[in-house]
């Protein structure tokens, strides 16, 4: 995977569940290369839990104790949001 460099997408009007796709994707890869201890203690596994607690808790009548990746998949729009949202990510 060739390495991370940051660009602003061109849009940065993207629906809570297009972000917290793209970030759920995000984490899934970064999961690849990482023991899962690690992951979950280190500082961009601790911002991208608390960056996705924050979306959800930001959107009315979601909850984020009952939030969960399931609940994620079957939102709508999850199908059409991209896996990833950068310079060339197009709105769904």
Known sequence: MPPYEHASPLR???SAVAV???????V??????????EW????????CSALSGSIVASV???????WT???LRA??????APLEINRSSSAP
Request: glycine share 6%; hydrophobic share 35%.
């Open 12 to 14: 940065d009007d993207w």
């Open 20 to 26: 917290l796709k793209a970030l759920q994707h995000y």
């Open 28 to 37: 899934y890869h970064a999961f690849l290369d990482e023991d899962h201890d």
């Open 40 to 47: 979950t203690s280190n500082e961009a596994g601790m911002f």
């Open 60 to 66: 009315p009548g979601w909850d984020p104790t009952t």
């Open 69 to 71: 990746p399931a609940v």
């Open 75 to 80: 939102a709508p729009g999850y199908v059409e």
